[in-house]
T-cell receptor, first 119, second 110 residues
Protein backbone atom coordinates (compact mmCIF):
# COMPACT_ATOMS: atom_id res chain seq x y z
CA UNK A 1 0.00 0.00 0.00
CA UNK A 2 1.09 3.56 -0.63
CA UNK A 3 2.44 5.52 2.33
CA UNK A 4 1.46 9.16 2.24
CA UNK A 5 3.14 11.87 4.31
CA UNK A 6 1.76 15.34 4.81
CA UNK A 7 3.37 18.48 6.18
CA UNK A 8 2.50 20.35 8.29
CA UNK A 9 0.42 18.05 10.43
CA UNK A 10 -1.02 20.98 12.30
CA UNK A 11 -0.77 24.76 12.14
CA UNK A 12 -2.35 27.89 13.47
CA UNK A 13 -2.59 30.57 10.82
CA UNK A 14 -3.40 34.24 10.82
CA UNK A 15 -6.40 35.49 8.89
CA UNK A 16 -5.44 36.73 5.43
CA UNK A 17 -2.31 34.62 5.11
CA UNK A 18 -1.71 31.61 2.90
CA UNK A 19 -0.35 28.19 3.77
CA UNK A 20 1.00 25.46 1.55
CA UNK A 21 0.51 21.83 2.49
CA UNK A 22 2.91 19.28 1.09
CA UNK A 23 2.07 15.69 0.24
CA UNK A 24 4.68 13.05 -0.48
CA UNK A 25 3.93 9.50 -1.62
CA UNK A 26 6.46 6.72 -1.24
CA UNK A 27 5.79 5.41 -4.76
CA UNK A 28 4.80 6.80 -8.12
CA UNK A 29 1.06 7.25 -8.43
CA UNK A 30 -1.09 8.43 -11.28
CA UNK A 31 -3.92 10.01 -9.33
CA UNK A 32 -3.66 12.27 -6.31
CA UNK A 33 -6.55 13.99 -4.61
CA UNK A 34 -7.08 16.70 -2.03
CA UNK A 35 -9.97 16.57 0.43
CA UNK A 36 -11.29 18.85 3.11
CA UNK A 37 -12.92 17.57 6.25
CA UNK A 38 -14.59 20.06 8.52
CA UNK A 39 -15.07 19.16 12.18
CA UNK A 40 -17.57 16.36 12.60
CA UNK A 41 -18.22 16.12 8.87
CA UNK A 42 -17.46 13.72 6.06
CA UNK A 43 -14.75 14.28 3.50
CA UNK A 44 -15.34 16.61 0.57
CA UNK A 45 -13.24 16.38 -2.55
CA UNK A 46 -11.52 19.66 -3.40
CA UNK A 47 -9.70 18.68 -6.55
CA UNK A 48 -7.83 16.02 -8.45
CA UNK A 49 -4.15 16.84 -8.85
CA UNK A 50 -3.05 15.91 -12.35
CA UNK A 51 0.60 15.46 -13.17
CA UNK A 52 1.62 17.71 -16.00
CA UNK A 53 -1.63 19.65 -16.21
CA UNK A 54 -3.87 21.85 -14.13
CA UNK A 55 -5.83 20.36 -11.29
CA UNK A 56 -9.49 19.52 -11.78
CA UNK A 57 -11.62 21.29 -9.19
CA UNK A 58 -14.96 20.26 -7.77
CA UNK A 59 -17.94 22.55 -7.59
CA UNK A 60 -17.46 25.16 -4.91
CA UNK A 61 -13.67 25.14 -5.06
CA UNK A 62 -11.59 27.42 -7.26
CA UNK A 63 -7.97 27.59 -8.26
CA UNK A 64 -7.44 31.09 -6.90
CA UNK A 65 -8.40 29.94 -3.43
CA UNK A 66 -6.84 26.47 -3.54
CA UNK A 67 -3.95 26.43 -6.01
CA UNK A 68 -2.49 22.95 -6.46
CA UNK A 69 0.80 21.79 -7.87
CA UNK A 70 1.76 18.33 -9.08
CA UNK A 71 5.32 18.51 -10.34
CA UNK A 72 5.89 14.76 -10.46
CA UNK A 73 4.32 11.39 -9.75
CA UNK A 74 5.13 11.35 -6.03
CA UNK A 75 4.47 14.88 -4.83
CA UNK A 76 1.74 17.48 -4.67
CA UNK A 77 1.00 20.68 -2.82
CA UNK A 78 -2.21 22.41 -1.86
CA UNK A 79 -2.20 26.08 -0.93
CA UNK A 80 -5.01 27.59 1.08
CA UNK A 81 -4.96 31.26 0.11
CA UNK A 82 -6.14 34.34 1.95
CA UNK A 83 -7.38 32.26 4.84
CA UNK A 84 -10.40 33.05 6.94
CA UNK A 85 -11.72 31.24 10.02
CA UNK A 86 -14.10 29.32 7.73
CA UNK A 87 -11.06 27.60 6.25
CA UNK A 88 -10.28 25.95 9.59
CA UNK A 89 -10.43 22.31 8.70
CA UNK A 90 -8.47 19.14 8.13
CA UNK A 91 -6.96 18.93 4.66
CA UNK A 92 -6.24 15.42 3.46
CA UNK A 93 -4.08 14.23 0.63
CA UNK A 94 -4.87 10.91 -1.00
CA UNK A 95 -3.40 8.84 -3.77
CA UNK A 96 -4.54 5.97 -5.92
CA UNK A 97 -2.26 2.99 -5.50
CA UNK A 98 -1.64 1.07 -8.69
CA UNK A 99 -1.73 1.82 -12.36
CA UNK A 100 -4.72 -0.14 -13.55
CA UNK A 101 -7.24 2.60 -12.93
CA UNK A 102 -9.72 2.76 -10.09
CA UNK A 103 -12.28 0.69 -11.93
CA UNK A 104 -9.84 -2.18 -11.96
CA UNK A 105 -9.49 -2.31 -8.24
CA UNK A 106 -6.85 0.20 -7.32
CA UNK A 107 -7.13 1.45 -3.78
CA UNK A 108 -7.11 5.03 -2.60
CA UNK A 109 -5.02 5.71 0.50
CA UNK A 110 -4.90 8.78 2.69
CA UNK A 111 -2.32 10.77 4.54
CA UNK A 112 -2.80 11.66 8.19
CA UNK A 113 -4.10 15.10 7.32
CA UNK A 114 -3.11 18.68 8.00
CA UNK A 115 -5.17 20.36 10.70
CA UNK A 116 -5.40 24.08 10.08
CA UNK A 117 -6.83 26.56 12.52
CA UNK A 118 -7.29 30.13 11.27
CA UNK A 119 -7.45 32.84 13.89
CA UNK B 1 -28.18 13.52 -7.97
CA UNK B 2 -25.77 10.95 -6.59
CA UNK B 3 -25.90 10.27 -2.90
CA UNK B 4 -23.93 7.98 -0.70
CA UNK B 5 -25.73 7.54 2.58
CA UNK B 6 -25.01 5.70 5.79
CA UNK B 7 -26.61 5.57 9.25
CA UNK B 8 -25.30 8.41 11.36
CA UNK B 9 -24.43 6.26 14.35
CA UNK B 10 -24.54 2.74 15.72
CA UNK B 11 -24.00 1.30 19.16
CA UNK B 12 -22.66 -2.13 19.96
CA UNK B 13 -21.01 -4.17 22.68
CA UNK B 14 -17.71 -5.94 22.73
CA UNK B 15 -17.79 -9.31 21.00
CA UNK B 16 -20.80 -8.57 18.84
CA UNK B 17 -20.92 -8.51 15.06
CA UNK B 18 -21.61 -5.09 13.55
CA UNK B 19 -23.04 -4.51 10.09
CA UNK B 20 -22.94 -1.04 8.55
CA UNK B 21 -24.77 -0.45 5.29
CA UNK B 22 -24.04 2.20 2.70
CA UNK B 23 -26.46 3.13 -0.06
CA UNK B 24 -24.88 4.35 -3.28
CA UNK B 25 -27.20 4.89 -6.21
CA UNK B 26 -25.72 5.54 -9.67
CA UNK B 27 -22.45 3.84 -8.88
CA UNK B 28 -20.35 3.37 -12.00
CA UNK B 29 -20.58 -0.07 -13.56
CA UNK B 30 -16.99 -1.05 -13.08
CA UNK B 31 -16.08 0.81 -9.93
CA UNK B 32 -15.20 -0.61 -6.58
CA UNK B 33 -16.63 0.25 -3.20
CA UNK B 34 -14.14 0.98 -0.47
CA UNK B 35 -14.58 1.27 3.28
CA UNK B 36 -12.42 3.29 5.65
CA UNK B 37 -12.04 3.66 9.39
CA UNK B 38 -11.19 7.02 10.90
CA UNK B 39 -10.11 7.86 14.43
CA UNK B 40 -10.11 11.44 15.73
CA UNK B 41 -7.26 13.57 14.36
CA UNK B 42 -6.18 10.86 11.93
CA UNK B 43 -6.62 10.23 8.24
CA UNK B 44 -9.00 7.53 6.99
CA UNK B 45 -7.51 4.05 7.15
CA UNK B 46 -8.32 1.49 4.44
CA UNK B 47 -10.36 -1.48 5.68
CA UNK B 48 -11.67 -3.39 2.68
CA UNK B 49 -12.64 -2.99 -0.95
CA UNK B 50 -14.93 -4.95 -3.24
CA UNK B 51 -16.77 -4.97 -6.55
CA UNK B 52 -19.49 -7.58 -6.12
CA UNK B 53 -20.71 -10.45 -3.95
CA UNK B 54 -18.50 -10.96 -0.92
CA UNK B 55 -14.97 -10.03 0.02
CA UNK B 56 -13.28 -11.01 3.27
CA UNK B 57 -9.96 -10.07 4.80
CA UNK B 58 -8.43 -10.40 8.24
CA UNK B 59 -10.47 -7.59 9.76
CA UNK B 60 -13.80 -7.40 7.94
CA UNK B 61 -16.17 -8.69 5.29
CA UNK B 62 -17.90 -6.71 2.59
CA UNK B 63 -21.20 -7.77 1.07
CA UNK B 64 -22.37 -6.25 -2.21
CA UNK B 65 -25.70 -7.34 -3.75
CA UNK B 66 -26.10 -7.93 -7.45
CA UNK B 67 -27.62 -4.50 -8.14
CA UNK B 68 -24.63 -2.86 -6.38
CA UNK B 69 -26.77 -0.06 -5.06
CA UNK B 70 -25.65 -0.75 -1.54
CA UNK B 71 -22.88 -2.45 0.37
CA UNK B 72 -22.56 -3.76 3.90
CA UNK B 73 -19.42 -3.71 5.98
CA UNK B 74 -19.36 -6.50 8.54
CA UNK B 75 -17.07 -6.31 11.56
CA UNK B 76 -16.96 -9.60 13.45
CA UNK B 77 -16.60 -9.53 17.24
CA UNK B 78 -15.92 -5.83 17.70
CA UNK B 79 -13.72 -4.53 20.49
CA UNK B 80 -13.50 -1.18 22.23
CA UNK B 81 -10.75 -0.14 19.82
CA UNK B 82 -13.20 -0.40 16.94
CA UNK B 83 -14.95 2.73 18.18
CA UNK B 84 -14.46 5.08 15.24
CA UNK B 85 -16.19 6.62 12.26
CA UNK B 86 -16.62 4.36 9.24
CA UNK B 87 -16.93 5.72 5.71
CA UNK B 88 -17.82 4.11 2.43
CA UNK B 89 -16.38 5.52 -0.78
CA UNK B 90 -17.91 5.02 -4.19
CA UNK B 91 -17.40 6.55 -7.57
CA UNK B 92 -20.44 8.42 -8.81
CA UNK B 93 -21.78 7.54 -12.24
CA UNK B 94 -19.89 8.58 -15.32
CA UNK B 95 -18.36 11.70 -13.86
CA UNK B 96 -15.63 9.83 -12.03
CA UNK B 97 -16.32 11.74 -8.88
CA UNK B 98 -15.31 10.07 -5.66
CA UNK B 99 -18.16 10.43 -3.20
CA UNK B 100 -17.72 9.65 0.45
CA UNK B 101 -20.60 8.47 2.53
CA UNK B 102 -21.85 10.58 5.37
CA UNK B 103 -19.99 8.40 7.85
CA UNK B 104 -21.23 6.11 10.62
CA UNK B 105 -20.05 6.74 14.14
CA UNK B 106 -19.69 3.36 15.84
CA UNK B 107 -19.53 3.24 19.61
CA UNK B 108 -18.48 -0.04 21.16
CA UNK B 109 -19.19 -0.40 24.85
CA UNK B 110 -17.90 -2.96 27.37
Amino acid sequence: SAVISQKPSRDICQRGTSLTIQCQVDSQVTMMFWYRQQPGQSLTLIATANQGSEATYESGFVIDKFPISRPNLTFSTLTVSNMSPEDSSIYLCSAEDGDRGYDSGNTIYFGEGSWLTVV
Amino acid sequence: LAKTTQPISMDSYEGQEVNITCSHNNIATNDYITWYQQFPSQGPRFIIQGYKTKVTNEVASLFIPADRKSSTLSLPRVSLSDTAVYYCLARWGGFQKLVFGTGTRLLVSP
